[in-house]
């Protein structure tokens, strides 16, 4: 089994709950256990800002899918939730990315890992040091120092999940 950290974020049709039903989903994936799972927080939107805040989470799986398995599970679930691709950093019902799979790095156009802008945004560091302080991202650090050095204005954690 292996441990991979997954982001969550939707500002479309009710965002928390597009995100609390894709931790669902990711819970009821194959081959998959969801160990944990971060607050939802509200967002500012980052790099197009004519849209609604979004909400995000991060979520913590143990799984022995492969990386490139566990991303096409996770893109499967984004379209079974209505994801329609625009534009780049568009509005959208629900965003899964592949921030981390243990003991993995790659950087093809398919998959790239550990995800190549996780380390600058708040909105996916903030919940995942809340999940994993000491999780170590290559090449940048530890979660909670990365995260603790970010700008967290415009992030309001919502609600603990359980
Ligand atoms: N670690 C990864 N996690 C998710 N998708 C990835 C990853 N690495 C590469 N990709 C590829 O990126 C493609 C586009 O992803 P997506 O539409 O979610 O980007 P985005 O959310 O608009 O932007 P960003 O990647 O900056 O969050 C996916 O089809 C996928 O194949
Ligand atoms: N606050 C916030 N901003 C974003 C987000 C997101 O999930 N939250 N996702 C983006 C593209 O992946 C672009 N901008």
Redesign the pocket.
């Known amino acids: 089994m292996t441990l991979a950290y997954v ?1 969550l ?3 479309l049709a009710s965002p928390a709950v597009q995100v609390r039903r894709a931790l669902d989903g990711i819970a009821a994936l194959p081959a998959t256990r969801l160990v944990s799972a971060s607050s939802l927080y509200r ?6 800002a004519d849209q609604p ?2 909400v ?1 989470a991060v979520a913590c799986v143990d799984t022995t899918l492969s990386p490139q398995a566990l991303l096409a599970a996770l893109l499967a679930l984004e379209a079974e939730f209505g994801r329609v691709r625009s534009f ?2 568009a509005p ?1 019902v629900l ?1 899964l ?1 592949l921030l981390l799979y243990e003991g993995t790095e790659c950087a093809d156009d398919a998959l790239t890992l550990p995800h190549p ?1 996780m380390h600058e ?1 708040a ?2 560091m903030v919940p995942l040091s809340e999940i994993a302080p000491d999780c170590v991202i290559p090449g940048h650090g530890a979660a909670a120092d990365l995260a603790s050095a970010l700008d967290k204005g ?1 992030i309001e954690r919502l609600s603990a999940l359980s």
């Not at 967002?43 to 197009?48: D, Q």
């Open positions: 982001a974020g939707s500002n967002t500012a939107p980052v790099g197009y805040d979004f995000n780049r950093n959208r965003d990315d802008r945004r909105f996916v415009g």
